[in-house]
């Protein structure tokens, strides 16, 4: 006789509809029941709560509502940190709590004098910063004007909408790498994570932006492999819009194409030219603006100017702050006099070849303060003296949070690693090369917020566990099998 099973699990039931006698069905329950995952099947509960939560059961339903509850968090926090702001000035870097550069360029863009100003003085053409944020803060600027309470709920209302919808690709990573119950986890972590909302709600800078094209990019990269050309193409243009955003994604993308091109290479023969139209469709992205540099600041480098000013105001001797705010012109005069004085590519030529002096002559003091910012970037921690907390109070609970995280993303790492080995590598080489340059520079809590995403991700597998996709299929495949011979 024919057996039609079906699986609806409570926390430990098992029913299997079946032509068979009711206590050989019974014996099949206590069988089988342990070996399905409450989260691969619906649960029945009543009561009040499960009939609200029954609500967002159904994948429309419940992305909405993750989404709706992303956004409302972060709003709510930028209408009481704006409450609190002595003035939404962009002058006196009161706009949006903290604009720097991003703000001041915009601020030029929107009076008409282009991509330029990066500091509060007009100091002409600029590459300091990468130009997706600025212009999309211009727009903004244009239409709300510049010193107003509404230009600054606007911005940060933007950057809100920006990490809410992170939301969407965030459960669809993990649907793609893991299951349904992952990706739900994920994609409400996400919605609730501090320093989602915190970034979005109070700083004007790229991180949400970034964050938001950057997990696109990696749920794309996922089924590449299956795409044609097309998909290839409009992938390596969203990358270059991330890379304009923020150009320290850029280290990834050799491994997400190369993992696509090898997946790629196992079932077609078309797979060189998916990945060369990649990598033009890439290079179309970014031509516009290294035209523009070669063009307007007369030299070559990739996207941004800035680097060995950063590098110089970590490795400076200064160990004050990991980031020494001595040698930033925004905050110290005379640096905004010789940067003035001498223009931006004959400042940043200065500052490069102070760097590579100074760390000739302090070898030791470079490797120190490289290990001191890799701790940095994973714990938060830089110095509990009472002079430093003074201006950086968050550090103590940041410390405790931090390692909480790396501790269960490590633990997320090694359980995706016993899983699925192949799965995770992409995650584990993003992980590993994203912060390279920040470890040579400087580093804090903001600077790796485009790969949060990632991070989240795995911490929840950390804390909950899970099984591949795959391995789930398996698992309820071999179910029925004996659910088969259980009932025979």
């Known amino acids: 006789m024919t057996l039609v099973p079906y699986f609806i699990v409570g926390k430990h039931r098992l029913a299997v509809k079946s032509t068979r006698p009711p206590h050989r069905k019974e014996d099949a329950i206590q069988t089988l029941a342990p070996k399905i995952s409450e989260f691969d099947a619906p649960v029945r509960h009543r009561g009040p709560i499960a009939s609200v939560l029954r609500t967002f059961l159904p994948l429309p339903a419940f992305l909405s509502g993750t989404v709706l509850l992303a956004f409302a968090i972060r709003i709510i926090v930028v209408a009481c940190l704006l409450s609190n702001a002595p003035s939404h000035t962009i002058n006196y870097n009161d706009f949006g709590w903290e604009s720097w550069e991003m703000g001041w360029v915009a601020r030029s863009l929107v009076t008409g004098h282009g991509f330029s100003s990066p500091f509060l003085p007009m100091t002409g053409p600029t590459a300091l910063v ?81 964050g938001l094209l950057f997990t696109c990019c990696l749920l794309i990269a996922q089924k590449l492999h299956l795409r044609g050309p097309l998909a290839w193409a409009g992938f390596g243009l969203l990358y270059g819009l991330a890379v304009m955003s923020n150009p320290s994604v850029a280290a990834i993308l050799p491994i997400l194409l190369i993992v696509a091109v090898i997946k790629t290479k196992q079932t077609s023969r078309a797979w060189l030219a998916k990945g060369v139209i990649a990598c033009l469709a890439f290079g179309a992205a970014c031509a516009p603006w290294a035209v523009r540099n070669e063009r307007v600041m007369h030299a070559n480098f990739f996207v941004r100017d800035g680097f060995w000013l950063e590098f110089y105001a970590g490795n400076n001797g200064d160990t004050s702050e990991s980031n020494s705010a001595s040698a930033h012109p925004a905050s110290n005069p005379v640096e905004m006099a010789k940067y003035q004085k001498e223009g931006e590519i004959a400042y940043m030529a200065e500052k490069r070849q102070l760097s590579i002096d100074f760390v000739k002559q302090h070898p030791g003091f470079f490797v120190v303060a490289t290990g001191r910012r890799i701790l940095r970037f994973w714990t938060g921690f830089w110095s509990f003296r009472p002079h430093y907390l003074k201006y950086e109070p968050f550090d103590l609970p940041n410390v405790p949070f931090c390692l909480f995280l790396l501790f269960f993303m490590a633990k997320g790492i090694a359980r995706w690693w016993r899983k699925d080995r192949a799965g995770i590598l992409p995650y584990i080489l993003a992980v590993l090369v994203f912060p390279i340059p920040y470890y040579v520079t400087h580093s804090s809590m903001d600077y790796r917020q485009p790969i949060e995403p990632l991070i989240i991700l795995l911490v929840t597998v950390g804390l909950f566990g899970t099984q591949s996709k795959k391995a789930s299929v398996v698992l309820q495949q071999e179910c029925y099998a004996e659910a088969d011979a259980v009932l025979v």
């Open 130 to 210: 990468p130009p997706l944020y600025p212009y999309i803060l211009g727009g903004i600027f244009h239409f709300f004007g510049v010193n107003t309470v509404k230009v600054t709920f606007a911005v940060l209302g933007f950057n809100s909408l920006c990490s809410a919808l992170t939301c969407i690709p965030m459960y669809f990573l993990a649907l793609n790498s893991l299951n349904r119950r992952a990706a739900r986890i994920a994609s409400v972590a996400w919605a609730v994570y501090p320093f989602a909302i915190y970034f979005a709600a109070d700083r004007v800078w790229d991180y949400a932006l970034t």
